[in-house]
């Protein structure tokens, strides 16, 4: 064999070895901390009650906000070492490190999310829910029958979306919107006849934002449940802590009393079948 071939193939094979370890060591190291000594949380902006209050996270009112410093608490972080970030929503699903070190912000846990993040243990149950404006097409909606005809919208990315395409399979296709606030304001306007959100939701938007706004009905629980969990970078290193966390709030009745103390009133609509 020729004597610059031998040599260029041993440089070869020692630049191979060097970096196969590195790449094993990229793959399982996980996204990190943002900040030492504090936890960076991520969420929307605008933020919705009931979940937060006054578009204001780091006052801790509202159910998610109250959520997130009961998870910081059992975490070891004092309210003093807890930052916020904002996120868009459908940035939070994406694949990738984020800049937070979990989002809240009623993400529902499904299987095609977690190939891009990972979820802590969920931490509430939800309810698909439809709203409308009195006077409209499906005002009078007794079943997902009812819905097939009426043109309908959701957030983008959202099981609200999924909603209106696996369970309502309605004849003229959805709108999708990038936020909550301005689907509102397209079913404000005549734009849509009926909003999916969560019930909470629901509630909220037809008592605070919406004139003449009323829920029509909820869809019936999924087989298996589906919950809100927290968001984290995939293969996050704090991934496992977080979850207990979660778990020991469930467990010591601390997220029934949250929910008691901001979605009492969030309770109770009529089942679409």
């Known amino acids: 064999m020729n004597t610059k071939i031998k040599i260029a193939l ?65 975490l070891g972080y004092s309210a003093d070492k807890v930052e916020w970030v ?9 694949p ?22 990972d979820f802590s243990s969920g931490y509430y149950d939800v309810s ?4 409308t404006v009195k006077g409209s097409k499906i005002a009078g909606a007794k079943s997902i029958a009812d819905l097939k005809g009426a ?16 369970v309502i399979q309605p004849t003229q296709a959805p709108a999708v919107f990038d936020t909550n606030d301005v689907a509102k304001q397209a079913l404000a306007n005549g734009q849509i006849d009926g909003l999916i959100v969560d019930l909470p939701t629901a509630f909220y938007i037809t008592a605070v934002d919406l004139e003449n706004g009323l829920i029509v009905g909820q869809f019936p629980a999924k087989a298996g449940g589906e919950q809100f969990g927290l968001v984290l970078s995939k293969g996050s290193k704090l991934t496992k802590d977080v979850s207990a966390a979660v778990d020991a709030l469930r467990a010591n009745g601390t997220l029934a009393k949250i929910a008691d103390a901001w979605l009492a009133s969030t309770v109770g609509a009529p089942v679409l079948k």
Do not use: M
Request: glycine residues 8%; negative net charge; aromatic residues 8%.
């Open 10 to 74: 041993v440089a070869l094979v020692a630049i191979v070895a060097i970096a196969i370890p590195v790449v094993n060591a990229q793959k399982s190291s996980g996204c990190g901390q943002i900040k030492e000594g504090v936890l960076t949380i991520g969420t929307d902006d605008p933020a919705y009650g009931p979940w937060f209050d006054d578009n204001t996270p780091s006052n801790g009112k509202g159910y998610e906000a109250a959520v997130a410093y009961a998870v910081a608490e059992e």
């Open 86 to 94: 904002k996120v868009p929503f459908n940035k939070v699903i994406q």
């Open 96 to 117: 990738g490190c984020k800049d937070f070190d979990f989002d809240i912000n009623q993400v529902s846990i499904t299987d095609e999310r977690k190939k891009a993040v």
């Open 128 to 131: 698909q829910t439809v709203i």
């Open 151 to 166: 043109k309908l919208g959701a957030q983008v990315g959202t099981t609200s979306y999924s909603t209106i395409t696996d």
